[in-house]
């Protein structure tokens, strides 16, 4: 294969899911582009590891490239789309954020503006570079099947829904609704019960009746702390689906406010246990927090 | 064992979950009061078949009483706990409701004020009369080892913390405000589904990454849509719980709504599908509702 003869795809961001959307890419056949301006020292090594070649700026990336694929924090996809749009690009521009329909739509209309074709997806499972079948990104619109052909047989499996865009994003919503919803809610529950000084009793009753619980509640807490940080605009998003079709959105403004409260592990080297994660959880103001406190401290003297 | 050495409770009132723990405490050995004034005639015959007697009136079980054992919906708890003190009960009060941990001090409070004693007491489980070891009644505060006795080894197991009254509440609503509050975002999660038209694709992608979730889904409607109406006031004083120690109560704001939604389905006598159930969920006014109806007209034609 020539490079002539190649499909070159941009890939912005390769951050740690990106990457993983890059590597897969690659081996599909690809050329990848990223574009290092702005960049930190850790995505051009997860770059470089993935077989992405640096453009240099967003400007070459668009110039250069006939599929633009965004995996970008939620909050940052709309943005990347407009100056992906303000370049000019016209080539067919995927959208695999973690967005809203309604979001998803918006994006589409902003690059078809620019004279962009427009796909939506979703992306489920871990930034996996290891077996396929794990991860999965589904793609929905007029172009949905052409983009499956460029992810190709790489670990991450490209899924196509006969439907419109929006349905992509659709699917996202709904597990990541279920999935971080329902672990934000462990998160506050064992808080709860710790705040109330029944924590004990509570896992004792989950180990009779669901024994699956104490581990899921403690995940809950472990495997989410340093990604909080970025599931604070998920959850708005998420809240903003169910609205969009009259149903309660207070579910995800409630699993936004956890996250948020954990915002501040991002950077941790260590997850926190759910006793720490509790008193942020509580917050310092709080009378129950500064009883949490006294029984931590009890429990060290 | 003589009538007069037997200790008499007074069961208030003996519905589903309250005649099991009438007949747990007759199998204890106590004699079991109930009032069948102003009660319908399903009640009658639940309370005649657990071997409760019928004492008339409220008045009538509250001057029989030693213990007032109260078994009701969450938002009539404080309501029965006034009428009973205003009739000059002195014996020990069990609270043995889902409610907010500050509402059982707040029944506590008025119980105590016209000279009874206090227990605070929570359900978890199933109404069963059959196996011991499926539902237990949380007990907390100081007379709570005494009424554990009266309880006895029946059906419905007793568990004493060694805890203020409030606490056997804060264990039901932890326990409830996963149970209830994720089965109420599980339902709201095939709503948003279905409304967005990608159920089928949700669906196929639990079956490979959570493949419990489609049954679980699936009873989170079937199984709860009879209750709803009893979980509307559940789910307020659920969601009061985690306010009181400065946790988001959207949550369980979201989980009422859901079941108020669901609450014409009291008196049905089949479960509706999730389909059915996503209908009303989605509320009449709403255009996704209109759309998912047209879809159901289409696959019924």
């Known amino acids: ?8 795809v941009g890939l912005l961001h390769p ?30 090594a997860r770059a470089r590891e993935a077989g992405l070649e640096d453009a240099g700026t967003l400007e ?15 909050h940052g996809a709309a943005d990347l789309a407009r100056a992906v749009a303000q370049l000019g690009f016209r080539g067919v521009y995927v959208d695999a954020n973690a967005v809203a329909p309604a979001t998803a739509r918006e994006i589409g209309r902003v690059v078809e503006a620019a004279g962009a074709r427009f796909v939506d997806g979703g992306i489920i499972g871990p930034a996996t570079r290891g077996t396929r079948g794990v991860t999965r990104v589904y793609l ?4 949905a099947t052409e983009i499956a052909a460029v992810f190709g047989a790489g670990p991450l499996e490209a899924v196509v829904l006969d439907a419109p865009p929006g349905a992509a994003s659709a699917v996202k919503m709904a597990y990541a609704g279920w999935n971080k919803g329902g672990q934000a809610l462990l998160a506050a529950i064992r808080a709860f019960a710790l705040a109330e000084g029944v924590d004990a009793a ?14 899921r509640s403690e995940r809950a807490v472990y495997d989410n702390a340093k990604k909080a940080w970025r599931f604070v605009g998920e959850m708005e998003e998420i809240a903003r689906s169910l609205a969009a079709v009259g149903l309660p959105s207070a579910f995800h403004e409630a699993a936004r406010e956890i996250y948020a409260r954990l915002a501040d ?4 080297t260590q997850p926190p246990t759910v006793e720490e994660a509790t ?15 006294v029984r931590l401290r009890n429990r060290e003297g």
Chains 1, 2 share one sequence.
């Open 140 to 143: 929905s619109g007029p172009g």
């Open 202 to 215: 509570l896992l004792a009753e989950w180990k009779i009746s669901h024994p699956d619980l104490p581990a």
């Open 60 to 74: 070459s990336v668009v110039q250069a490239s006939r599929v633009i694929v965004s995996v970008v924090p939620p």
């Open 1 to 8: 294969m020539t490079t002539e003869s190649r499909t070159t």
């Open 15 to 44: 951050g740690d899911m990106g990457s993983a959307v890059g590597a897969t890419v690659v081996a599909g056949g690809a050329r990848v582009l990223w574009a290092s301006a702005g960049r930190s020292a850790a995505t051009r």
């Open 265 to 268: 592990y991002k950077d941790t």
């Open 279 to 293: 008193a942020k959880l509580l917050g310092p103001a709080n009378p129950s927090s500064g009883r949490l406190r």
